[in-house]
Nanobody, 125 residues
Framework: QVQLVESGGGLVQAGGSLRLSCAAS????????MAWFRQAPGKEREFVSA????????YYADSVKGRFTISRDSAKNTVYLRMNSLKPEDTAVYYC??????????????????WGQGTQVTVSS
């Protein structure tokens, strides 16, 4: 049974940093494309970042490029999202998602089979 559990969210001041973690169980993340999405209050859920299976390739939304970094630790079966220079507009619930062998459409929610429960990130001004 595939499970994704996010952690690391919290309250931070603008300009601060957080590192989100997504611990996976029931499968090996090296065979899955992993992604982060977020949903702010009253808005649609949007793509943040993805890391492609069996590849160093990473992708980012324009709004976070240069500030966020996605990475994975295969030994820990965990994916991370390092978030620097946080802005109030980064406030959202952040979700981890996984899809086996995905190489295209990685920014599309419907391509992902598994989702975590989400972790709240709040950035104060």
């Amino acid at each position: 049974q595939v499970q994704l559990v996010e952690s690391g969210g919290g309250l931070v001041q603008a300009g601060g940093s957080l590192r989100l973690s997504c611990a996976a169980s029931g499968y090996t993340i090296s065979t899955y494309t992993m992604a982060w999405f977020r949903q702010a209050p009253g808005k649609e859920r949007e793509f943040v970042s993805a890391i492609i299976w069996n590849s160093p390739s990473t992708y980012y939304a324009d709004s976070v490029k240069g500030r966020f970094t996605i990475s994975r630790d295969s030994a820990k079966n965990t994916v991370y999202l390092r978030m620097n220079s946080l802005k109030p507009e980064d406030t959202a619930v952040y979700y981890c998602a996984a899809s086996p062998f995905l190489r295209s459409g990685w920014s599309t929610q419907g391509k992902y089979n598994y989702w975590g429960q989400g972790t709240q990130v709040t950035v104060s001004s």
